[in-house]
Nanobody, 126 residues
Framework: QVQLVESGGGLVQAGGSLRLSCAAS????????MGWFRQGPGKEGDFVAA????????YYADSVKGRFSISRDNAKNTVYLQMNSLKPEDTAVYYC???????????????????WGQGTQVTVSS
């Protein structure tokens, strides 16, 4: 059974940085698309970033482009989200997800992903 566990969230001042990790167990994530999503207070879940199956291509929401970076370490079966220049509007619970079924389609679509972590809270103070 696959388990995804996010970590690295916390409280940070605006302009600061955090690095989120998502460690997978039970199945290798190598060769599968992986993504990060977030859900702010009272908001719908939003796409943040994604890595293609090979990891050679990355995709970002316009709101985080140039500030966030997704990377993966297949040897550690872990995907990361480096978040720089954080803003109060980045406050949310962040979730990682994996497309093990290989549905394909848009990376921004939550339905593409079939395995999800429990989330980690990121709070950015002004």
């Amino acid at each position: 059974q696959v388990q995804l566990v996010e970590s690295g969230g916390g409280l940070v001042q605006a302009g600061g940085s955090l690095r989120l990790s998502c460690a997978a167990s039970g199945r290798t994530c190598s060769g599968y698309a992986m993504g990060w999503f977030r859900q702010g207070p009272g908001k719908e879940g939003d796409f943040v970033a994604a890595s293609s199956r090979s990891g050679s291509s990355t995709y970002y929401a316009d709101s985080v482009k140039g500030r966030f970076s997704i990377s993966r370490d297949n040897a550690k079966n872990t995907v990361y989200l480096q978040m720089n220049s954080l803003k109060p509007e980045d406050t949310a619970v962040y979730y990682c997800a994996v497309d093990f079924a290989g549905y394909g389609g848009s990376y921004v679509y939550t339905g593409r992903y079939d395995s999800w972590g429990q989330g980690t809270q990121v709070t950015v103070s002004s």
